[in-house]
């Protein structure tokens, strides 16, 4: 959640009306790539403060002039480019990562890539593993497999290694095999228990030799040597060898290696005859045009939630987002 967090925060941009509510040299108002603040070493003597005192009210343009003095004209040349407000609209806050505003999962992921790329550290990691980033949204599994598989390349799955390093926990071994830390890589691959499950999963599975400490790596290499039917069999193994991992933690019996294999074909067979069943079947007609959001009254807070019910499975999936009266998202729940 706390990373969730990070990231709508990090995600968060402005998009320029009139200028009144952004301030120049603290608030993200740039348009991508240059999306973050002006660099504040140009600020020092600025004797402007607010995005609206470089707008021409009477024109309703960017004032050239002080923007020269103000920007260099590299800045300058971004800066025209953005329109600006010929009413009195507002300023609004927009997520960054996607063309329409609207901030799914996908779009935090693209922001992800971007904000890595932009770090300098991350960039080369990002460049290679690219592909495997992008069609991981491809994989015909469930939704929660790819948002685990996410988590699982950022380093943001609660195991010992990671509830140690934030000081939640002492103790950062593996709970199973007690070796070495339990970091992601270690409880998804390299931990005896895990291997046990790979070594009964499909052939190619089985042969596999993977390398690397970071999740992300051994995601790299899985994407490159499978074909995408073993892939999607990859993440569903992956999603289950970590329940199973969390059952035991939580007082269970460790599950034998062929039952995950079990459930694993269960499940992707589930999955193709539920979209062949799609394909073939007649959407009935929507009964109603889609509503739009409408901003709760102001010092309010709305939550908007909805559910899936899975009957055969008994399971049910509930998906909450809470956000203020200016549109902007505080919390999602999922
Ligand atoms: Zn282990």
Known sequence: MQASLKLLRAGLSWR????????IWEDKWLPRPHFLVPPSNLNDTATVTWVSELINRVLRCWDESLLTKWFPQSMVDIIKTIPISLGQRGDRMIREGTNNGIFTVKSAYNLHRELLANEGGGSSMVQTQSDSWKDMWKLQVPNSVRMFLWRAC??????????????ITEDKMCPICHLEEESVTHVLWSCGAAQDVWCQASRQLQKLSLDGTHFESIWG????????????????????????????VHGKELRHPKEIINKVHEDLQCLKENNSNVLTATLPACPQSPQRWKKPPEGRYKMNWDAAFNTSKNLIGIGAIIRDYNGLVLVILY
């Open 221 to 248: 290499q899985l994407y490159r040597k499978l074909p995408k039917p073993t892939l999607e069999e990859a993440g569903m193994l992956l999603r289950l060898i970590w329940s199973r991992r969390n059952d035991y």
């Open 16 to 23: 320029i009306g009139n200028g009144l509510q952004v301030k």
């Open 154 to 167: 950022n380093d943001s799955l609660p195991t010992f290694k990671n509830l140690q390093k934030r000081k």
